[in-house]
């Protein structure tokens, strides 16, 4: 499944089913065929992807610190700043023009 998030406010932006997943997880959707973040919940959402951010960052600090250390990363070699960034995006610039983002619809 390819999750597909739209907005009427920007383009959409596309993620494969594992981070359209991971997404979701963080900002605590569950993950649905169909779904949508309100221009109400998108402070928040932004906020905890931006947490999950900087913990992501400082756990793979420390493993480049220490190269010997056995460090569980969620996900792929691909930073989560990176896969979140049109994310965040696609959520501030709904959230400043009062628009929901939707999914599956």
Known sequence: MIYKFKSQAAADVIMLQSNGEQMLAIIGKEPAAQGVITAAQMPAAI???????????????????????????????????????????????????????????
């Open 47 to 105: 906020a905890a992807l931006e947490a999950a951010i900087v913990v992501h960052e400082e756990v793979e600090a420390r493993r480049r610190a220490n190269p010997g250390l056995q460090i569980e990363i969620e996900g792929d070699s691909i930073m989560l700043r990176q896969r979140a960034a049109p994310f965040i995006d696609l959520l501030r610039t709904s959230a400043l023009a009062g628009k929901d983002v939707v999914w599956g619809v």
